[in-house]
């Protein structure tokens, strides 16, 4: 078990071990999720990188350039 001191300003830190075990970064964002057991749950959420997106853009009449600027614009 990990236990984790809220801070001023109601902050928290993801532990060393936790970070690890799940490979979470600082760009990462964490899902906060109260359950009906009125626990928390935390779900984290990477931060998609370019190489992530690669071979999910099938539009044959962009070029790369254009794709990308379309995928920026979240119209993918």
């Known amino acids: 078990m990990v ?3 809220i ?12 970070r690890r075990e799940l490979n979470i970064s600082e760009v990462d ?3 906060w999720i109260i ?4 626990n928390i749950e935390l779900i984290p959420h ?3 990188s370019m190489m992530d ?4 853009i099938s539009d044959e009449k962009l070029d790369a350039v254009e794709s990308c ?8």
């Not at 359950?35 to 009125?38: G, H, P, S």
């Not at 600027?69 to 993918?76: I, L």
């Open 53 to 56: 997106l690669i071979g999910i």
């Open 7 to 18: 801070s001023k300003g109601y902050k928290i830190t993801i532990p060393h071990i936790i």
């Open 29 to 31: 964002n964490i899902e």
């Open 69 to 76: 600027e379309k995928a920026s614009r979240g119209e993918f």
């Open 35 to 38: 359950n009906e057991d009125m």
């Open 3 to 5: 236990i984790t001191k």
């Open 46 to 48: 990477k931060k998609k």
